[in-house]
């Protein structure tokens, strides 16, 4: 396996760090990492090839890549592969079948499918699957009368004849079934079409009759709307119409024995489609004339239903029922309603409102899983939709074709109510449940790319017609203009209309948004405050920065735009991009993904702009900013015009390019172990009127380096006011870029005129500027690179010849210099009480003292008894170590007791003293003397006698850091 990560800071790409196959385990992991080197170098050659993001296309651990999981180097192998996308279906497929022919399939299935993968049971079902898939082809080869054995001709035919099979968005194993049934009825078919024409018609059973066929499936004498039916092609039925005795849906009927009531119209012959026509008795199955041939079975449905006319007496038509279908002499088909009055006749001459469609989603291939037409009612009124008709015309052709106007919803099965400022919503019958649709037609009948779609109201007048796709030449009409967008943005996207405007151009009055149908139950008001942003055009805008010596600020200048309106939907967004083609439109009109940009924040910006004015005024705006989201130093803005209540609804005012300070993009790392990184101003000598042998000492009290590019020492001449002066920043003479502390060390500050301190003429580390002088009642702060105080210490008066220094320990100005700690840094901090005056005593960098990071022992005492001698109380003292968490809270101290002998006792022989003796703890608080005093300890109940001796008492004090144990000092008596 090898494992990847992202680098940081802004770097693109994929560093390796871990590289082993686990499973083979044949190869070392030097090898190992090799392979996967050479493995990703290739993946890069084939990604920049088809000029992809490497980040953006899958891989798996071991380098399969796409859909056969190729590993790079087997792709780059094939010189047929070189412009072939490993990502895409259809070149994986072609990389497939190469690889096979180049396996020798041909000579060996099993050995060149085993060189793909050589899992057996894999094996078997490839071949299981590919003798599955010849049968489709080789029915489909004979269904359409190719050529023998020709699979190009049956693969061309699978693909144009079942493309309501082989939608993308399907799994194979469905398409794969779908063509299965397709086939086989098709297939079913033509045999009983060939059964029948080699079968003599003029038997005795038909009487050499003339015989006149019936076509229950033929589209051009059926009332049945399924004109998308992917049954039969056009082709196939004109065959069949041109030969009535191939078609297997065809039933014959003798004309001469049909024994019509006198008072049927001669030219009517009756099939009620309620009854059951065709009955067999067990006697009729047995006779040897029975048998499932096509024609005797016609035969025997022509006498039965020779017996329902001889049954029914009709006297005129007026009493033949709805259920009934009616043909002539010439075998033409007429139903009941043609002699019925038309049911929409009322509605013809009535008066609609325009109706409009306000929404379309469309499948890509013809899929109906996610299609359907909103209509929206802009008027006041409830219309009836009683009698309109929904109706479309497909692609064209041909630049100079007319294609066939089919109807999706017929007059007579359109129904419906839609309330004013409301929608109706139509879909395909696969999703109404789905998309709880008002109404639906066919799943047969689906839309597609470039078609046109018309609303009609039952007078015939169009009320609304959208044409739209990603082709102008094949529209057929449009109103205007089509609206046109390549065809993959209508992927996840639905056709809208603008607020519900209507100017009768579909190109202004659509755009693409993600897909969002409402029926009958929604209603929604157009919104008054509206404005298409893309119409906004303006120019003006202009970004750059501005410095001081403590602080820079952005400023932004840009136009207003000049609108109608005070509406608070609308915003300003300022994006900011290392690269300038990162504000352009994609194919489908759409920005960028704004999270893949910097913004305001990423500056150290919390501020909002302000909402737009739109008076056509100039607005100027500054902001502080205090760092650079990455080590780049140029950027590009764009200002960009927003609609709150719609994302996609924008317009980019204008970009403009801005280079921002060095020292404010330098990505800075903070070398430590700890996440808490203190340094701490550890003395300071100010001489009142005069700067000369000033100067500022820090210490670094960690165990670990310190990086201080970033940082700022600044100077506050008033500690109740906000203004102060900058003494060292990255933008001053003196910069703590580059400086890193040691741990344990010093760094040793003055200004211009100090540049050896005291008679041992110590040498300055750092100098700043002359006019930073120190004086009364100043206040010191140090700041980390993320501007955080890290430090900070005031004072109201000085004293010449001496300096403010911080205390090695939390002990008086005397104890704090015991020979003991001489050697100590100066590492105590507390909010007060802190420092102490004394002689100066500088420290530079050469300099390096230890403060400690673990208790340190002070003292144990034993109290005794004046009259008996016994023991009366224990007192234990420590110097808590220097930790700098800034929640003391954090810590705790535990003490236990044990008599063990040992020079080492054991866990186990150590209980909690709070069982023996009654004591406090004090709480934490680090680089302090810390003492526990001890009475009434119950040594009986340790075992021990009166008068033992006191060296028998071991004592361990425990620290915690919550719940966890971080140090711990057995403290034991020594006489």
Known sequence: MCYYTSEKNGIDGKKLTKCYNSTKKELTLDLREQWCEIQYQTLEKIVIRLKLDINKVPFSSDFGIGYTQFQPTTWESYPELKNKNPWNLEDSIYAAAIKLLKDGIHNNERLAIGRYNGDPEYIKKFIESRQEWD??????????????????????????????CTENNRPIREKKECIKKKVALLKQNKILALENKKT?????????????????????????????????????????????????????????????????????????????????????????????????????????????????????????????FYFNNNNQILNNSQNKKDVCEDYKNKNYPKIIISEIK?????????????????????????CWQLEKYGAKEKPTSTPELKTLIPSSKFVGKIKPYSFFLITSSSTKEKYQGDLSYPESYYISNNNVIILRKPNGEISDLVGYGDNFEKIFQSENSPFISPLT???????????????????????????????????????????DLSEITSNYFFIFVTSTEEKDYLTLEFHEPLLNTTSTNYTYNIFFSTTSDSFLKDNCGFYFSESSLFTLKDFGIEDNLPSPKFDNSTTTLTFSINKCPTTSTKYYAGLFLSDLLDEDNKVLISTSSIEFPDYLCDKQIISTSTSNVKILISEVRVIEG????????????????VDLSGWKLIRYPDPEKDSFKTIVSDRTKAKFKGIIMQPFGYLLLSNTSTLFINEEQIKVDLIYAESHDLAKKDRLVLLNNNGEMIDEFFWDDVSGEKSYTRKKINLTNEENYFLEFTDWGNGYDDINNDFILVNPNPENSSITKEVPKEIYPFDIKFSTKEESGSLEKITISWISPAFYDSDKNNYS?????STS????????????????????????????????????????????????????????LELYKNEDKINEFIFRYIQ
């Open 901 to 956: 002998t040992e020079e080492n006792p054991s866990k186990e022989s150590f209980y909690p003293l709070e069982n023996f003796a009654t004591f406090d703890l004090p709480p934490f608080k680090l680089l302090s003397l810390q003492e526990i005093t001890i009475d009434n300890l119950d040594y009986k109940a340790l075992g021990l006698e009166d008068n033992f001796e006191f060296s028998l008492l071991v004592f361990k």
């Open 489 to 531: 943005c209508y992927s996840n996207r639905s056709i809208q209309r603008k607020n519900f405007q209507d100017s009768d151009n579909n190109s202004k009055d659509f755009w693409l948004r993600k897909f969002s149908p409402s029926n009958s139950l929604v209603s929604q008001s157009p919104r008054t405050d509206f404005f």
């Open 690 to 705: 005069s700067n000369e042998g000033e100067f500022i000492e820090l210490y670094n009290p960690n165990t670990s380096t």
């Open 893 to 897: 101290y535990k003490i236990l007791i």
């Open 200 to 324: 003599n018609l003029s038997n005795s059973n038909i009487n050499n009759s003339k015989l006149t066929a019936l076509s229950l499936g033929n589209k051009e004498n059926s009332n049945s709307e399924k004109t998308d039916s992917k049954i039969n092609t056009p082709k196939q039925n004109e065959s069949l119409s041109n030969k009535t005795e191939e078609n297997p849906f065809s039933y014959y009927f003798e004309e001469t024995r049909i024994n019509r009531n006198p008072s049927t119209p001669s030219n009517l012959k009756k099939i009620k489609k309620s009854e059951k026509h065709l009955t067999t008795s067990k006697d009729q199955l047995n006779q040897p004339s029975f048998n499932l041939s096509l024609t005797s079975t016609l035969a025997l449905l022509n006498q039965e239903l020779n017996k329902k006319f001889e049954e029914n007496n009709f006297s005129n038509t007026n009493n033949l029922d709805d259920g009934s």
């Open 135 to 164: 049968g489709i082809i080789s029915d489909t080869i004979f269904v359409f009368d190719c050529r023998e054995n020709d699979f190009s001709c049956g693969l061309a035919k699978l693909k144009a004849e079942y493309d309501d």
């Open 362 to 386: 469309f499948g890509l291939r013809g899929e109906t899983e996610d299609e359907y037409i909103e209509l929206y009612n802009p008027n006041e009124e409830e219309i009836d939709l009683t």
